[in-house]
């Protein structure tokens, strides 16, 4: 209640005290949820919500930006040279390009940049393979190797996989198959 009265007049009280202190701030918040979904589930304040929404910006997945893959994975490998001083490290293999493209990211830009941090500290040539990542062939993740074959029918592919893994474990029950793959039963059922 506090942080709606604050988010709507600009004003807070200390702790203790009795003097209205004006704030001039922005507030920036972040989630990785939907929150019109869990406004509709009641799993989120609606009029926290409408307090925050004024704008709203929506980055997708790093697995759904396949151009901006490359971009930060030289950046981070930049920085990373520099700062523990690899300045032998020219780059990827090809191999390690066309891993870094395949993978699917679950853990977004930090696993990405955590895995070029690793890279680069254990490098010793000029450049980064894929084992170095971690990472295996594209073919290790399931995804066939195919010009023809998009993001979207590789991402759609892995889905059904999921969904149907997760309903045989539990042997049909839409409730428990959808707490097991994280999300709400409304959208498992879109998914089918």
């Known amino acids: 209640v506090k942080?709606?009265?604050?988010?709507?007049?600009?004003?807070?009280?200390?702790?203790?005290?009795?003097?209205?202190?004006p704030l001039n701030v922005r507030v920036i918040a972040a989630t990785n949820k939907n929150l019109v979904q869990a406004v509709a589930t009641d799993q989120f304040r609606e009029d926290l919500y409408y307090r925050l929404a004024v704008i709203s910006?929506?980055?997708?997945?790093?697995?759904?930006?396949?151009d901006d893959i490359l971009l930060l994975a030289n950046s981070f490998l930049r920085k990373y040279s520099?700062?523990?001083?690899?300045?032998?490290?020219?780059?990827?293999?090809?191999?390690?390009?066309?891993?870094?493209?395949?993978y699917s990211w679950p853990g977004n830009v930090r696993d990405l940049e955590n895995r070029l941090k690793r890279a680069t500290v254990m490098s010793d040539g000029p450049y980064i393979t894929p084992e170095e990542l971690e990472l295996k062939a594209p073919r290790a993740y399931g995804l066939p190797k195919s010009e023809g074959l998009g993001l979207k029918q590789a991402k759609e592919t892995?889905?059904?996989?999921?969904?149907?893994?997760?309903?045989?474990e539990t042997k049909g029950n839409i409730s428990r198959a959808a707490k097991l793959l994280g999300i709400s039963r409304p959208t498992l059922y879109e998914l089918l």
Not at 4 to 17: A, H
Not at 158 to 168: D, N
């Open 3 to 21: 942080l709606l009265r604050f988010l709507q007049d600009g004003v807070i009280e200390r702790v203790g005290g009795r003097e209205r202190i």
């Open 57 to 66: 910006i929506v980055v997708p997945p790093l697995r759904e930006r396949q």
């Open 82 to 102: 520099v700062e523990y001083k690899k300045a032998l490290i020219k780059g990827f293999s090809p191999q390690a390009e066309e891993v870094l493209q395949s």
């Open 158 to 168: 892995l889905e059904r996989e999921l969904v149907q893994r997760a309903l045989s």
